[in-house]
């Protein structure tokens, strides 16, 4: 995965909701809107680093007969271009949890992830020190696993971030994802620490909704990733969500950018 060209605005949407139709021209959207990278959530039963908003966005998507090959089919429409869309070249990141992994077989879910066009994988329940076999089928297709260091990772630091790639995921906050009024972790401090220990770049993730925020947090770090925001908005307008991603991501964007001057 290369490297952070300039502060990266991430984005997440939940792959499926409501259709996987509408999951392929939302990404698009965000896209053209100037997003960096993209995270595609894997919907799954029981999503424990969730909160509510993503948590039914799973719901909705299950119900729906979503299946983790219909994800694999976007993805690689996205990358060859369909329907007089150019193709995406932007990294598409998978957000997923140990449980379909292994249901789907390590090696097939990380083969079909070098087909499709996936750069890098996010396993948040899957503790660093149980990584090794997840990384070494990832690894045989090319595929990155990202690294998320939390607050309470602090004793950990070094070790994990050491041996991180691609970026690293910094949550913002304990707990599960969701919108926050206000972010009080001290993330200047944590940042500076995994600085030490490696070049790769780092996102901050979780709590992040607003403009001001984002430039906070990309002041801080590289990049800012955003979730339920962007998934609170295709639940309220559903197979109509195109002009008011197109407008949440476009104005994101330009709070990050602002925190490279």
């Known amino acids: 995965?290369?490297?952070?060209?300039?502060?990266?605005?991430?984005?997440?949407?939940?792959?499926?909701?409501?259709?996987?139709?509408?999951?392929?021209?939302?990404?698009?959207?965000?896209?053209?809107?100037?997003?960096?990278?993209?995270?595609?959530?894997?919907?799954?039963?029981?999503?424990?680093?969730?909160?509510?908003?993503?948590?039914?966005?799973?719901?909705?998507?299950?119900?729906?007969?979503?299946?983790?090959?219909?994800?694999?089919?976007?993805?690689?429409?996205?990358?060859?271009?369909?329907?007089?869309?150019?193709?995406?070249?932007i990294p598409l990141i998978l957000m997923t949890y140990i449980n379909p992994i292994v249901v789907y077989g390590k090696e097939r879910f990380f083969s079909a992830c070098a087909d499709a066009g996936i750069d890098g994988v996010i396993v948040p329940d899957c503790p660093f020190e149980e990584k090794g076999e997840l990384i070494e089928a990832a690894h045989a297709c090319g595929v990155c696993v990202i690294s998320m260091i939390a607050p309470t990772s602090k004793n950990r630091i070094e070790m994990i971030a050491s041996e991180a790639e691609g970026f690293i995921y910094c949550v913002s906050s304990l707990g599960v994802t969701g919108m926050r009024g206000h972010i009080q972790t001290d993330l200047p401090t944590i940042v500076s620490t995994i600085r030490q220990y490696t070049n790769i770049p780092v996102a901050i993730g979780f709590g992040i909704s607003n403009p001001a925020q984002a430039k906070t947090m990309a002041s801080v770090a590289d990049g800012a990733i955003v979730g339920s925001a962007l998934v609170a908005i295709v639940a309220d307008k559903g197979a109509q969500a195109d002009a008011a991603i197109h407008d949440y991501v476009s104005t994101m964007k330009a709070a990050v950018e602002e925190a490279n001057t």
């Open 1 to 89: 995965m290369a490297a952070f060209r300039h502060k990266a605005f991430i984005p997440f949407i939940t792959a499926g909701d409501p259709t996987i139709s509408d999951t392929e021209r939302y990404i698009h959207t965000m896209a053209q809107a100037g997003a960096d990278m993209i995270e595609i959530g894997i919907p799954f039963s029981d999503p424990v680093a969730e909160g509510p908003v993503i948590q039914r966005a799973s719901e909705r998507a299950l119900q729906g007969g979503l299946k983790i090959d219909h994800i694999f089919a976007m993805v690689k429409r996205l990358r060859q271009g369909k329907e007089q869309r150019a193709a995406l070249t």
